[in-house]
């Protein structure tokens, strides 16, 4: 069974950093996926972020561009997304799935909550 883990959310500062990491699982390999970084803001739609190709081909959405950074270690089977110069509108419940995601392979997410 896929699972997918998400860690390293938690309350900062704006203009603070935080590093999530999300853990895959029970069968599927990250390096060979489309990988993606998504988040859930209260009362707004889930949206992409961030997504690294099996290639390292890595597009942003224009929101987070210059400011976050998704990486991946293909040995540990984790996938990264390194958030910097954080807003208090970066507040949100973040997860990683597939590109394009597997409504089944969703995980418990990780809170991020920046003050300002």
């Known amino acids: 069974q896929v699972q997918l883990v998400e860690s390293?959310?938690?309350?900062?500062?704006?203009?603070?950093?935080?590093?999530l990491s999300c853990a895959a699982s029970g069968g599927i390999?990250?390096?060979?996926?489309?990988?993606?970084?998504?988040?859930?803001?209260p009362g707004k739609q889930r949206e992409l972020?961030?997504?690294i190709t099996s290639g390292g081909y890595t597009n942003y959405a224009d929101?987070?561009?210059?400011?976050?950074?998704?990486?991946r270690?293909?040995?540990?089977?984790?996938?990264?997304?390194?958030?910097?110069?954080?807003?208090?509108?970066?507040?949100?419940?973040?997860y990683c799935n597939l590109v394009p995601l597997r409504r089944d392979y969703w995980g418990?997410?990780?809170?991020?909550?920046v003050s300002s």
Do not use: C
Request: hydrophobic share 35%; charged share 10%.
């Open 29 to 41: 390999f990250i390096m060979i996926n489309t990988m993606g970084w998504y988040r859930q803001a």
């Open 73 to 94: 270690h293909n040995a540990k089977n984790t996938v990264y997304l390194q958030m910097n110069s954080l807003k208090p509108e970066d507040t949100a419940v973040y």
């Open 108 to 113: 418990q997410g990780t809170q991020v909550t």
């Open 49 to 51: 972020v961030a997504h």
């Open 8 to 19: 390293g959310g938690g309350l900062v500062q704006a203009g603070g950093s935080l590093r």
């Open 63 to 71: 929101s987070v561009k210059g400011r976050f950074t998704i990486s």
